[in-house]
Each structure stands twice: as C-alpha cells, then as structure tokens.
C-alpha cells in the first residue's frame, strides 16, 4: 500500500470480471446478482479497486463471454465506458474460444487483450490466435 520502493506506475494490474455463472457463491459476491449486467461490471469494478488499492486499473477483461451475445455486448459497453473515463487502460476478454464473439465485440471497439488457455486440447487456439495477431490483439 506504502511501499515507497514500488510505485504504482511500475505495476501492471490486471483483472476480470466474472458473470454469476463462474462465481462461487459460497463467497461474498463483488455485486448483486439481481441487478443488471452494466451494473454488476460497475459494482465488480469497485470492489477491484478497493481489494487492489488502487485508482485505475491497466487492464480489465470480461472472464468468459456472458448467457447470451446481448448480455456480452452490454458487459463490452461497460468496459468501453470505464475505459472513456480513464479508469481502464486496456479492456479484453477471456475464455473466448470463437472468433464470432471477437468479431461481435470489435465491432464495437477493438479487443486489447485476449486470455485464453493455450494447450493440445483446444487445439493450440489457432482460430483465436491467428485473429489475435492478425487484429493485434495482444494474446495471453
């Protein structure tokens, strides 16, 4: 918190905001699950700030594309949203398996970040991977 050997500008913190289906709900949830999407990614954002110490963050993803494209697409405007203000460098997504949904949300503003997991059995994400660096999206 004050350390003054490490700066925050020094820092990269990156976060996701995960939809009420990946939640455990054995834990206290970072929102109300009953209020509405846009909403809950405002609400999680806050509570990111909180647990990170922090003012901004440089980079904040989506876990895994949401129930349904709409509910997605609304999510995404709440990235773009907090990064317009300032609060979000980079906005991303993770999980995502199918180039449609990237297509879906860069049509709305470009993906900065992909997170997927990167192994035989999805076949190495070559999909993901060749739109990632054909779009230049960085991949992690």
Partial sequence: ??????????LFLQTKFTSIGGQDRSLPLP??????????????????LRNLHTTYLDSLIL?????TIGQTLEAWRTL??????GK??????????????????????KVQVVQNRW???NDWDKQVCAYCLVHGIQYQ
């Fill in 31 to 48: 929102y109300d699950p009953s209020s509405s999407v846009r909403a809950q990614v405002l609400a999680s954002f806050q509570v990111s």
């Fill in 63 to 67: 876990h895994s594309p949401l129930e």
């Fill in 80 to 85: 773009m949203q907090l990064q317009d203000e």
């Fill in 119 to 121: 192994y035989e059995g």
């Fill in 88 to 109: 979000v460098r980079m906005i991303g997504v993770s999980n995502t398996y199918d180039v449609q949904i990237l297509n879906s949300l860069c049509e709305l503003r």
């Fill in 1 to 10: 918190r004050n350390n003054p050997c490490i700066k925050r500008e020094h």
